[in-house]
């Protein structure tokens, strides 16, 4: 059974900082491109970053350049995602996504084009930024 189980989320002070975890299991890890989604309320879901396992490469939504930074340990099937300086907008419902491919596919496009292009999800942690 494929599972995506995110863990980290939290409320925090704007200028802080989380670390979500994404803990992959019943798929091979390294054939497959994982990272995150956000939804916030009333607002559709965005690809926020996105991690090819096999090599490494990591992309990001021009809104969290700079501030966020994924990562991952293949030897546990762990994604992490780290984030600073976090700002009220960042508040939101955080998914682990992934998808069948080496490459990071339609993460950043429109919000049903990316969501169809994702093989698994996981149920998402929320985030919450305080003023």
């Known amino acids: 059974e494929v599972q995506l189980v995110e863990s980290g989320g939290g409320l925090v002070q704007a200028g802080g900082s989380l670390r979500l975890s994404c803990a992959a299991s019943?798929?091979?890890?390294?054939?497959?491109?994982i990272g995150w989604f956000r939804q916030a309320p009333g607002k559709e879901r965005e690809g926020v970053s996105c991690?090819?396992?096999?090599?490494?490469?990591?992309y990001y939504a021009d809104s969290v350049k700079g501030r966020f930074t994924i990562s991952s340990d293949n030897a546990k099937n762990t994604v992490f995602l780290q984030m600073s300086a976090l700002k009220p907008e960042d508040t939101a419902k955080y998914y682990c996504?992934?998808?069948?491919?080496?490459?990071?596919?339609?993460?950043?496009?429109?919000?049903?084009?990316?969501?169809?292009?994702?093989?698994?999800w996981g149920k998402g942690t929320l985030v919450t930024v305080s003023s």
């Open positions: 996504a992934a998808q069948s491919s080496r490459a990071c596919y339609h993460w950043f496009d429109d919000a049903d084009e990316a969501y169809y292009a994702m093989d698994y």
């Open positions: 019943g798929f091979t890890f390294d054939d497959f491109a």
């Open positions: 991690i090819t396992t096999g090599d490494d490469n990591t």
